[in-house]
């Protein structure tokens, strides 16, 4: 690593904008004036933020873009996934009417997944799309959502099911900011490092491992590294498929019971908790299917419980109504549930016809349910 | 015009789907199931349309999907600018997630711009977007509304304030619809193809002129050459620019002053006519700064007023208050308002910077907003 940190180039051949940059750098935040590129220069900035992080780092982010000759102001909004919704869209959008915003204003999305999500929905329908700019403030949404340009909310019916892919102008990632995220939350994050390992390089799964506990303790150059590294696989698999028809899917590895899991504990399961325990499930459901190389979930479960992260479904959970959750998965195409699942640590697996998810009865998943500890 | 009738490829390499077909042939309506590209092979269809334009073309629509294989059913959502809102976008999504419509379901809009943008707006934000097939049955929307893929809707603070680019999968235009289209319809189409003539081909403003009787009488080949010239003519400057950021700005032509006089008669003015007076204001504009050549607006006058399409700002409209709602217009760029004017007949004009709009003081549009009847 640099002085300067990573720089992760994305580019998108199909997509507007058609690359951009990923910063990861400690003491970046402050340093997001220099980094706007062109396609995010713009007349005024809105800083999109909930209460807690606008009083960390927004106030200083707004005034260093001041300081630089960019207008900007700071627009608080609630944060956690009921607030994801769309309602707050549409009340975003009026605040940025009201503030007189127009197609030369830009939007920075400062926060978690959440508001990575909502923000970069008004963005990217705000008179059909103004730029965006990402400022993750979670380990989460620096691994996950500040790739791959997905932005949307929830609706009674369903998460995320309504929502656009709109690419970022640029991603702002400071790992000092993750000195006052909860523990639970960097875990959080840890368990979707896993899964890139899991799904694309098990020299990245050992390093992780051997690593744990200088990340737990939040050592910024080593966090640094393990987001680059994550980021630069994410993007390798979204740089060839946009919009999910293909290879993306592969990132959906564990993603089918973690969904399933997540929406049954009414969201209180944090999402990289249901991951790490759906990664497990999905390993051994491909053992089972002879998809899977033997020994692979035993591998995942030393992994993730070294990080401290959870590997058995808790308290007591009906296997049928995990099943019956995945069936509303936005993956599910017909009758069948589609799983990503792996080959073996470090490979995604491929069905027998090419296809990036391969379906499976639901007969066949009862038994691993009940192995991971869910009522059967 | 072959048996076929005409066929306009249209080609955006940084969009997806990065081209599509627009059919316009008498009778394609019939046609749909066998025109739809593989993009737009789906598990089930829904048909959006108001109730007027479900029960003359949607109900037999569905059926022929349906005979040709392919699951359809009908959604009927009220029309009018009015119900272009959040609201009805929010409830058209929620009523396709209840009818079990997954990432492998199929939008087909059926009926003016307001269906289009809406539908639109829904399958481009519907579990982050599904396939679109636009099925106009206005003039004014097969000529401006089906190509570009703008979609969205309104807010109570401005028109289509919020929505994304989308284009749709294939887009088919039947002339023999527009048999049942009031004439004031009609008249508003024809000066969206008038303004074609005037920003891209004086020989097309020619035919329009010298063909206005069998236009109006709606002769289906007439019509069909009509859409395809317009289409083709739009096209041209949509390929080059889909997000609208230079030449695209061109097809604004008339619209600065048009916008402003529909949102002064609170929508009751119909588009065409606001843009055929808006056209003869801002070409006289134009001649008034030297940008456009002497006689043009006197050219625009006559061949709108053989259409039937009026010239001149109806009623008592204060010059003062048309200038404030321009500059609310989403083409505003800080404080002067932007017009984009025509050099000549035939030919757009772009300024000294070479940009595709241009800045003009109030002051300088008072005259010609008196001199077309507006009250000073």
Redesign the interface.
Known sequence: MSNEGFRVHIALP???P?EYEAVIAPGSIGRVPELLPAEASA?RYVVVADAEVARLYGESLVRCLEEAGRPASLLAVPSGEPEKT?ARW?EV??AL??RGV???GCIIALGGGVIGDLAGFVA??????IPLVQVPTTLLAMLDASVGG?T?VD?P??K???????QPALVVMDPLVLRTLPLAELRSGLAEAVKHGAIASAGYLEWIESTGDRLLERQSNALAELIAWSVEIKASFVTRD???HGPRKALNFGHTIAHALESLSAYTLPHGHAVAIGMVVEARLGERLGVTREGSAGRLEQVLERLGLPVRIPGSVPAREILARTARD?K???ARTRYSLIAEIGQSARSEQGDWSIAVDADAVLPVLAEAGADV
Not at 124 to 129: D, N, P, V
Not at 160 to 166: K, M, P, T, Y
């Open positions: 199909d997509t507007r058609s007349d769309r549409a959008t009026d009417v009201e127009g197609r030369d990217a329908t705000y008179m059909r799309g997905k949307g609706t019916l369903g995320n099911l309504v929502g656009v892919v709109r946009p919009e999910e936005k599910v195409r017909r």
